[in-house]
């Protein structure tokens, strides 16, 4: 099935850094979707974008659903030791969600 | 948020058993679960569409005599991989929604390791 373009594939960071990941697709989505999985789990959803345009928050994360519709980005700040997982988005269009790649964090203490 | 069960969350079987996994809503009605496979250090690939009270609806590539999937209840769908063989070894997750799919977010089940050997 069709994927989208997740990025970057890994990052390795200090704690306290700022982290920026981003996602991108040929295709239109409806919403905007941003998971992180830890391992032998299944992802936990973090922020959901409905809104071209829309900017959200939910703590330390922010993520925007690109005007486009064909992108949208994550960032977290201040990264702390528990934000170390791999993160996803995914896009839906439909009932059908796409996922990205994925992003692995790691937060170096 | 809901919450979604999945049992087992690990099972190992022989070659050429069936194995059942099962994915609840436990405090939602879920009239569509998703199914997902996922190998190691890779995305979720999704197998099957499942609404309750009819045929799940699988995806370019998925065997459905292999995959068998029930949606019996609006809290209740299940999973069976059919004469399982190694390369059937994978993550295989469900998520459920809580209803129209326009504005609703999916949430997922904590996962099931099936490890066939």
């Known amino acids: 099935g069709q994927q989208l373009n997740q990025s970057p594939q890994s990052m390795f960071i200090q704690e306290g850094e700022d982290v920026s990941m981003n996602c991108t697709s040929s295709?239109?989505?409806?919403?905007w979707l941003w998971y992180k999985q830890d391992p032998g789990e299944g992802p936990v959803l973090l922020i959901a974008?409905?809104?071209?345009?829309e900017l959200t928050s939910n703590g330390r994360l922010t993520a925007q659903f690109g005007i486009t519709r064909k992108d949208s980005f994550l960032n977290i700040s201040a990264s702390i030791p528990s934000d170390v997982g791999i993160y996803f988005c995914?896009?839906?269009?439909?009932?059908?969600?796409?996922f990205g790649q994925g992003t692995i964090l790691t937060v170096h203490p | 948020g809901a919450v979604v069960s999945q049992h087992p969350s690990w099972v190992i079987c022989k070659s050429g058993t069936s194995v059942k996994i099962e994915c609840r809503s436990l405090?939602?009605?879920?009239?569509?679960m998703f199914w997902y496979r996922q190998f190691p250090k890779q995305s979720l690939m999704l197998m099957a569409t499942?609404?309750?009270?009819?045929?799940?609806?699988?995806e370019q590539g998925v065997e459905k005599d292999k995959f068998l999937i029930n949606h019996a209840s609006l809290t209740l769908s299940t999973l069976t991989v059919t004469s399982a063989h190694p390369e059937d070894s994978s993550f295989y997750i469900c998520?459920?929604?809580?209803?129209?799919?326009?504005?609703?977010?999916?949430?997922f089940g904590q996962g099931t390791r099936l490890t066939v050997v």
């Open positions: 995914a896009g839906r269009m439909g009932g059908k969600l796409t």
């Open positions: 974008l409905y809104k071209a345009g």
């Open positions: 499942s609404n309750e009270g009819s045929k799940a609806t699988y």
């Open positions: 998520s459920a929604t809580t209803g129209p799919l326009l504005n609703t977010e999916a949430f």
């Open positions: 295709s239109i989505f409806n919403t």
């Open positions: 405090d939602f009605q879920a009239t569509t």
